[in-house]
């Protein structure tokens, strides 16, 4: 079946610009999440949506991130404002259930570029 | 502080030879260990998953372990090949801030 897309594969945008960049999880899975990997870093939380709870937000390192999740599916994070530390490979991860028990599955991610 | 370190940070190796890749962590009240597969420009994709009972799971040519008592794990690879090269992400679950603590990984290369 098909796994977690993102869109798109490439950003490249001006400093100050805002973003969006979109995960499709696998049909389902009731939980999502949004990581970020900079060069030589591990994966860092930023945030995890489950099912009709409200998100789990703490990793969001500013205000000028946001992610919302439409109808329990399709999720869209949001950068206002860009910044060039914010260029990094964004991954969008889904899983069945609560993390304990269920795999996550990620996506491809999507190499965001702040210029 | 929840933190997971792994070693080496690279590693080059031939085709056809073992090796193994290390996983320490502090993560507490730990709830259970991946290792995962990334290869470049993908998504990481899962290997192995352990819980505190369990010492050592195989998926192939992959095998982990885990030592609960000193927070270590390995992941060994055997007889190596060229498809191996990737990074190796060690993750670490925490049942107590309900999140994934990842590793830096170590990036391997199979040379021919």
């Known amino acids: 079946g098909a796994g977690v897309s993102q869109s798109p594969s490439n950003k490249v945008t001006e400093k100050g610009k805002d973003v969006e960049l979109r995960c499709d999880p696998i049909s389902g899975h009731t939980a999502l999440y949004w990581y970020r990997q900079s060069l030589g870093q591990g994966l860092e939380f930023l945030i995890y949506?489950?099912?009709?709870?409200?998100?789990?937000k703490s990793g969001l390192p500013s205000d000028r991130f946001s992610a919302e999740r439409t109808g329990g599916s399709v999720s869209t994070l949001t950068i206002q404002r860009t910044q060039q530390e914010d260029s990094a490979v964004y991954l969008c991860?889904?899983?069945?259930?609560?993390?304990?028990?269920?795999?996550?599955?990620f996506g491809p991610g999507t190499r965001l570029t702040v210029t | 502080k929840n933190q997971v370190e792994q070693s080496p940070q690279s590693l080059i190796i031939l085709e056809g030879k073992n090796c193994t890749l290390q996983?320490?962590?502090?993560?507490?009240?730990?709830?259970?260990l991946r290792w995962y597969k990334q290869d470049t420009g993908r998504g990481p994709v899962s290997l192995t998953i352990m819980t505190f009972s369990e010492n050592t799971k195989s998926n192939g040519r992959y095998t982990a372990t885990l030592d609960a008592d000193t927070k270590q794990s390995s992941l060994h690879i055997t007889a190596s090949q060229l498809s191996d090269s990737a990074s190796y992400i060690c993750?670490?679950?925490?049942?107590?801030?309900?999140?994934?603590?990842f590793g830096t990984g170590t990036r391997l290369k199979v040379l021919a």
């Open positions: 991860a889904s899983s069945l259930g609560q993390p304990r028990s269920y795999e996550q599955y």
């Open positions: 996983c320490n962590y502090t993560v507490s009240p730990f709830s259970n």
């Open positions: 949506f489950q099912g009709n709870s409200a998100p789990d």
């Open positions: 993750v670490v679950y925490s049942s107590g801030t309900y999140k994934y603590i």
